[in-house]
């Protein structure tokens, strides 16, 4: 049991490959006795986030799950800030996979953009890199068109609650983030993740941490 708490400890950080490293070498028999019926697709789960770069949408809802943890235990602060991170993810994901652009470093040249100038600004006068903040990535999904940044440059209410976030004592300023402010944004942040990923109640339900049963 040891092992398994160990385990789980780990994955909560955000290492998930100690994590799986962990579970793996738990037998079957124990992984059963120990955890829910579901532990054989959750292994499969955490595999998938350790070992494979790609698997943004297990990422996403992983980081999900982390940020209900961190609420659950009236850490709102904590969850809010997993939750913009969440929000960001998503949309460096939608560049990256649509437009092959990394966010840290835009390259403007190879887009038909028509006002092209709105992010030259951005550029880093010693390296001549272009940086995207959350809100000019969406900015430029909603300039090429795409229905993701859309969505976000429409959505006032998620705006607002962005803002107390940037107000809270983990971002820009000194006021703490209550329950209310957490579970009103997951409500948005979900709705954007249902944009792009179908299966999330499932994927959550694997990201979901085992109850240890009393034998």
């Known amino acids: 049991m040891e092992k398994v708490i160990s385990a789980y400890n780990h994955w ?5 490959k100690k994590a799986y490293e962990i579970l793996r070498q738990v037998s079957r028999k124990l992984r059963l006795k120990w955890l829910s019926d579901k532990s054989d697709s959750q292994l499969k789960f955490l595999g998938q986030l350790a070992e494979n770069d790609k698997a943004d949408s297990e990422r996403a809802a992983d980081l999900l799950c982390n940020a ?9 602060d904590d969850g809010v800030a997993r939750l913009y991170r969440l929000i960001e993810f998503l949309a460096q994901i939608e ?3 649509g ?4 966010t840290s470093n835009v390259d403007l040249s190879k887009l038909k953009l028509k ?5 030259q600004y951005l550029k880093d006068e010693e390296t001549g890199q272009i940086k995207l903040p ?3 990535s969406y900015g430029l999904l909603a300039d090429l068109d795409n229905d993701l940044g859309r969505a976000f440059l429409k959505n006032s209410r998620l705006k607002n609650l962005l803002g ?3 107000a809270s004592i983990l971002a820009h300023g000194f006021e703490p983030v209550g329950e209310k402010v957490f579970v009103q944004l997951k409500e948005e942040v979900e709705k954007l993740l249902l944009l792009r990923i179908n299966n999330l109640g499932e994927l959550k339900t694997s990201a979901t941490f085992c109850k240890l049963r009393v034998i």
Request: proline share 0%.
């Open 164 to 166: 107390l976030r940037n």
């Open 99 to 102: 437009y092959n652009i990394d």
């Open 115 to 119: 006002h092209e100038e709105k992010y």
């Open 12 to 16: 909560d950080k955000f290492n998930h």
């Open 134 to 136: 959350l809100f000019k």
């Open 95 to 97: 560049l990256r996979r």
């Open 68 to 76: 209900e943890r961190c609420a659950a235990k009236g850490r709102f």
